[in-house]
């Protein structure tokens, strides 16, 4: 079954920029949902088709996917980006998710 | 109001059934696949399944394939996930989640928490 793998945790200080990747063999040819989900709450989702962004999410989210590497991106982080972030595509009939990444704010 | 409301927190022993349901509102609810997702404690996100309530049409992870059943109800608009003999190691938080026609999960229910233990 495909794999997708992801850092266990990134460190970012408030206002720079977070990189959160999620590998997986020729990920690019998919397309790839991020989530964020804080402690004690449901995922909500903050891209879908690999860039785009659901209505209520800021313009700092953004995502992209080539190869074998998505990323997602966060700008000018902030103290209430800290969650858990996963990734997610879906393969031969089925959803596929990523391990998550604990994103930390400094 | 666009929702999905799940069942309340169970607590069960090894061996015994359980059902936990998944009602949706506010939408249509025979348009959309409904999935089910486990979280185990301190864990990460895992994709279970999903079922087409307009016609039954389920899919299921090869992980989760025999181990639970996902069915609908759509004349109440409800989803539903069962075990036949839960094990210690169902203990987890269980989310159900809509699913868009691109494959991801717009919307996302509060979770139920289900403990197995003797």
């Known amino acids: 079954s495909y794999v997708l793998t992801q850092p266990p945790s990134v460190s970012v200080a408030p206002g720079k920029t977070a990189r959160i990747t999620c590998g997986g063999n020729n990920i690019g040819s998919k397309s790839v949902h991020w989530y964020q989900q804080k402690p004690g709450q449901a995922p909500v989702l903050v891209i879908y088709y690999d860039s785009d962004r659901p209505s209520g999410i800021p313009e700092r989210f953004s995502g992209s996917n080539s190869g074998n590497t998505a990323t997602l991106t966060i700008s000018r982080v902030e103290a209430g980006d800290e969650a858990d972030y996963y990734c997610q595509v879906w393969d031969s009939s089925s959803g596929v998710f990523g391990g998550g990444t604990k994103l930390t704010v400094l | 109001e666009v929702q999905l409301v799940q069942s309340g927190a169970e607590v069960k022993k090894p061996g015994e059934s359980l059902k936990i349901s998944c009602k949706g509102s506010?939408?249509?609810?025979?348009?959309?696949?409904i999935g089910w997702v486990r979280q185990m404690p301190g864990k990460g996100l895992e994709w279970m399944g999903i079922?087409?309530?307009?016609?039954?049409?389920?899919r299921y992870s090869p992980s989760f394939q025999g181990q639970v059943t996902i069915s609908a109800d759509k004349s109440i608009s409800t989803a539903y996930l069962q075990w036949s003999s839960l094990k210690a190691s169902d203990t987890a938080m269980y989310y159900c989640a809509r699913q868009n026609k691109l494959r991801y999960f717009d919307l996302w229910g509060r979770g139920t928490l289900v403990t197995v233990s003797s």
């Open positions: 079922i087409y309530p307009g016609d039954s049409d389920t």
């Open positions: 506010g939408y249509s609810f025979t348009s959309y696949w």
